[in-house]
């Protein structure tokens, strides 16, 4: 009995012993235990090298695509984010100018804001004072026709630029309307909203300042004749932004 244990333990601890003779050394640094290329170890602790868990962007055999990142539920929304309704049609069109309002008024730091924006999205076609005589439209040598005029345009939807709804403005900047172009993946919605503030503070300096639709009491104290207002936004711009 005594002998059988003893030979049984001699066995054991030879088994053992070929087992730990084959582990390597330098496994930490191995190519093999990158995770891209499973390899058969011996080690009591294998989870610590080849992590069980999926990794990030990587494969695995739980979906038939072998995608580890899945795309979100049909209907996701970002946090924060407002879908916009009205599809890309006329209709859409006319219903958003009927139903749409905007939200943000025309606070100092508001009207800054859309300035700012408009310098740098809106000003190269339609010009400083909105004439429609940017530098793409003066420097293209009759290519390009120019923009409606804020200041006496008729908008090809047929309004006036005096009595274009706003809900119409934010249509157009966010779908395009002919030569222009779509701003729906420069532009968040507030940033559409706030340029619309400063478009209207355009039109206003060469409309009466109760014809220029909503949020126009603020405009009607600065004035018919605001080209200062306008210099007084610019100014502004440097200060620091509201989030
Ligand atoms: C590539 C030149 C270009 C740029 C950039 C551009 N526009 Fe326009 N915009 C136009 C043209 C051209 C029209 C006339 C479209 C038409 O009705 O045929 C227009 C029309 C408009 C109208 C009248 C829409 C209507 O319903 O009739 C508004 C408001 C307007 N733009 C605002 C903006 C604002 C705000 C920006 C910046 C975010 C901007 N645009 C950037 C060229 C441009």
């Given at each position: 009995?005594?002998?059988?244990?003893?030979?049984?333990?001699?066995?054991?601890?030879?088994?053992?012993?070929i087992?730990?003779?084959?582990?390597?050394?330098?496994?930490?640094?191995?190519?093999?235990?990158?995770?891209?290329?499973p390899?058969?170890?011996?080690?009591a602790?294998?989870?610590?090298?080849?992590?069980?868990s999926?990794?990030?962007?990587?494969?695995?055999?739980?979906?038939?695509?072998?995608m580890?990142?899945?795309?979100?539920?049909?209907?996701?929304i970002?946090?924060?984010?407002?879908?916009?309704?009205?599809?890309?049609t006329?209709?859409?069109?006319?219903?958003?100018?009927?139903?749409?309002?905007?939200?943000?008024?025309?606070?100092p730091?508001?009207?800054?804001?859309?300035a700012?924006?408009?310098?740098?999205?809106?000003?190269?076609?339609?010009?400083?004072?909105?004439?429609?005589?940017?530098?793409?439209?003066?420097n293209?040598?009759?290519k390009?026709?120019?923009?409606?005029?804020?200041?006496?345009?008729?908008?090809?939807?047929?309004?006036a630029?005096k009595d274009?709804?706003?809900?119409?403005?934010?249509?157009?900047?966010?779908y395009?309307?002919?030569?222009?172009?779509?701003?729906?993946?420069?532009?968040?919605a507030?940033?559409?909203?706030?340029?619309?503030?400063?478009v209207?503070?355009?039109?206003?300096?060469?409309?009466p300042?109760?014809?220029?639709?909503?949020?126009?009491?603020?405009?009607?104290?600065t004035?018919?004749?605001?080209?200062s207002?306008?210099?007084?936004?610019?100014?502004?711009?440097?200060?620091?932004?509201?989030?």
């Open positions: 009995m005594k002998n059988n244990n003893t030979i049984a333990l001699l066995i054991f601890g030879g088994v053992v012993l087992l730990v003779s084959c582990a390597k050394t330098d496994r930490e640094y191995s190519e093999e235990l990158k995770h891209d290329k390899v058969r170890q011996f080690t602790a294998l989870d610590m090298y080849e992590s069980p999926i990794e990030t962007y990587g494969e695995n055999s739980i979906y038939s695509d072998n580890g990142s899945r795309h979100p539920v049909a209907g996701t970002p946090r924060g984010f407002m879908p916009y309704m009205y599809p890309n006329n209709e859409g069109y006319v219903m958003a100018g009927d139903s749409l309002r905007n939200p943000y008024s025309n606070t730091a508001n009207l800054a804001k859309g700012d924006i408009y310098s740098k999205f809106c000003l190269h076609c339609h010009g400083t004072t909105g004439a429609g005589d940017g530098p793409v439209i003066t293209s040598n009759g390009f026709p120019p923009p409606t005029s804020y200041i006496d345009g008729v908008s090809s939807g047929g309004d630029m274009l709804p706003v809900g119409k403005m934010y249509h157009t900047i966010t395009g309307r002919n030569m222009m172009g779509s701003h729906a993946s420069q532009l968040t507030e940033e559409r909203w706030k340029v619309i503030l400063h209207q503070a355009l039109i206003n300096q060469g409309a300042a109760n014809e220029a639709g909503e949020g126009d009491s603020e405009e009607a104290a004035g018919g004749d605001d080209a207002a306008v210099v007084e936004i610019e100014e502004e711009q440097t200060a620091p932004e509201e989030n």
